[in-house]
């Protein structure tokens, strides 16, 4: 049976949501809208429709494409519906609807579009990527997904990727060879920023401490940096003395506490630090 998370993690966990919808939103609503830089997504095809029916704003297509889809998700999956996807892409859809009131955007913040395009782009692959990490999304195209993916066997990965390029090459048509192309670069630097951002976040530094004085080692892990570990018995190969083998896995700042703290108290030992991405276990991340 799964337990149940802490208060703690939980409201953690919502405050990093709603963090990464407020850099999506920002990234999108003064960077992409007044430049009309469409990379795909719902976002992108609101630039577009926007500029065919210029009666509504980006904005409103954006919470009108997204109410859309939320009412699908519900329809298909029913109560089992993501609840993080629904308050993010509502959260998304609201915010934009109210920056519009509030900061009406008629131009550029600037005169450098590649300058604007970077913002543009890294704002939102850094909010996708908190996003992601926690098991949610800010919805759109992802909600398409999954319904695709329950009733057909389309690559989903593949399918997605198509439709941005779609998305994207319309831009071209609609705003010019210019911005089109400035769109194309924009959605190749999200497809990479994302994963980068991702893997940073996940990124963790798996220690191998080959010693033959582990006591003080062990206690410093357990009761100042809260973390556990495994100790394993070894033997040196050359000198066929006993050795204990500490295997461990820190966050980067824990990292550096223990790093500095065995150099300390055993300078002979032995140090292998790795890098690590995906961790399934107590203290990290669960099995899904």
């Known amino acids: 049976m799964e337990r149940a998370k802490p208060r703690k993690q939980i409201v953690r966990e919502w405050l990093l949501i709603t963090l990464g919808i407020v850099c999506l939103t920002v990234g999108v609503y003064f960077f992409k809208f007044p430049n009309n830089f469409s990379t795909g997504g719902v976002s992108g095809l609101a630039v577009i429709l926007a500029h065919y029916i210029p009666d509504m704003t980006p904005g409103t297509f954006v919470t009108v494409i997204n109410v859309a889809l939320l009412l699908l998700g519900f329809a298909v999956f029913g109560r089992s519906f993501g609840v993080r996807t629904t308050y993010a892409s509502l959260l998304f859809s609201g915010l934009t609807w109210l920056l519009e009131r509030l900061i009406p955007m008629q131009a550029p913040m600037t005169s450098q579009p590649l300058l604007e395009l970077i913002f543009a782009v890294s704002l939102p692959a850094v909010g996708s990527a908190i996003l992601f990490n926690l098991d949610a999304s800010s919805g759109g195209t992802d909600i398409m997904a ?143």
Do not use: W
């Open 146 to 288: 999954m319904v695709l993916k329950k009733f057909t066997h389309l690559n989903i990965g593949r399918a997605l990727m198509c439709s941005d390029c779609i998305i994207t090459v319309m831009a071209c048509v609609a705003f010019g060879m210019e911005t089109g192309l400035f769109s194309i670069l924009g959605l190749l630097m999200k497809s990479l920023l994302v994963d980068m951002v991702l893997e940073n976040i996940n990124t963790h530094k798996c220690f191998h401490i080959v010693t033959a004085h582990p006591e003080k080692i062990q206690e410093f892990i357990v009761e100042h940096l809260h973390r556990g570990a495994t100790a394993l018995q070894g033997e040196g190969v050359f000198t066929h003395e006993g050795r204990t083998v500490l295997l461990t896995v820190m966050n980067r700042h824990e990292a550096i506490l223990l790093r500095n703290y065995i150099k300390r108290v055993d300078p002979t030992c032995f140090l292998l630090i790795t890098n690590t991405g995906e961790i399934i276990g107590k203290g990290f991340r669960g099995i899904n």
